[in-house]
């Protein structure tokens, strides 16, 4: 089956530490993205990459890290900095030549 | 202004109903649309892409008007599966292949 996972589906963590979230497609996609999502609120992007071993910051990416060293993942590092990280967390892939994307069930993330 | 603007409802409709959404975009150079819908709690969906000429897909018809920048989606006969929240989406920004994502219409269908 082809598809975006992350994992996992819900996370629970302590203020000040920081916490990677998993996403893994197998779609053989070239562009991945991350998104959060709040309450009532619209997607914001955070990070994209186009290719491998290369990322861009997106909207809001203040208090987050990326690494693209495979084509198939695209972690993402929520570090202590975020000021506000209780958030749904959202990763999506694109094919090439297109603007559509597709999104992995999402994490929800809760700093306490 | 928000980039791209949806009343976020919700629409409360009885089975069987049409209803319609509309939502505007602020960029006049931006070149792709779409509907995404979004259950409660779970990712979102891609719904249907929107062109220029219009597009229909069983009950679900799109449609793009360029010239007052907006979108619009129309379904008809309404079930109760389709209660959800739908996002219009647009991309802004061709460098990056982004999409930006409004916050969303709620549906509720009632039996």
């Known amino acids: 089956d082809g598809g975006i996972t992350q994992s996992p589906k819900y996370l629970f963590r302590k203020e000040g530490q920081n916490v990677t979230l998993s996403c893994e497609q197998n779609?053989?996609?070239?562009?991945m993205y991350w998104y959060r999502q709040d309450p009532g609120q619209g997607l914001r992007l955070i990070y994209y990459?186009?290719?491998?071993?290369?990322?861009q910051k997106g909207d809001i990416a203040e208090g987050y890290s990326v690494s693209r060293e495979k084509k198939e993942s695209f972690p993402l590092t929520v570090t202590s900095a975020q000021k506000n990280p209780t958030a749904f967390y959202l990763c999506?892939?694109?094919?090439?030549?297109?603007?559509?994307?597709?999104f992995g069930p999402g994490t929800r993330l809760t700093v306490t | 202004r928000k980039e791209v603007e949806q009343d976020p409802g919700p629409f409360n409709v009885p089975e069987g109903a049409t209803v319609a959404f509309n939502c505007t975009y602020s960029?006049?150079?931006?070149?792709?649309f779409f509907w995404y819908r979004q259950d409660c709690r779970k990712e979102p969906k891609l719904l249907m892409s929107?062109?220029?000429s219009g597009n229909e897909d069983g009950r679900f018809t799109a449609q793009l008007n360029r010239a007052s920048q907006y979108i619009s989606l129309l379904i008809r006969d309404s079930k109760l599966s389709d209660s959800a929240t739908y996002l219009c989406?647009?991309?802004?920004?061709?460098?990056?292949?982004?999409?930006?994502f409004g916050s969303g219409t709620r549906l509720q269908v009632q039996p």
């Open positions: 999506a892939s694109r094919a090439t030549k297109t603007y559509e994307q597709y």
């Open positions: 779609l053989n996609h070239d562009a």
């Open positions: 990459s186009q290719i491998v071993n290369d990322f």
């Open positions: 960029n006049s150079a931006s070149q792709s």
């Open positions: 929107v062109y220029s």
């Open positions: 989406v647009v991309n802004m920004d061709t460098g990056r292949r982004a999409l930006t």
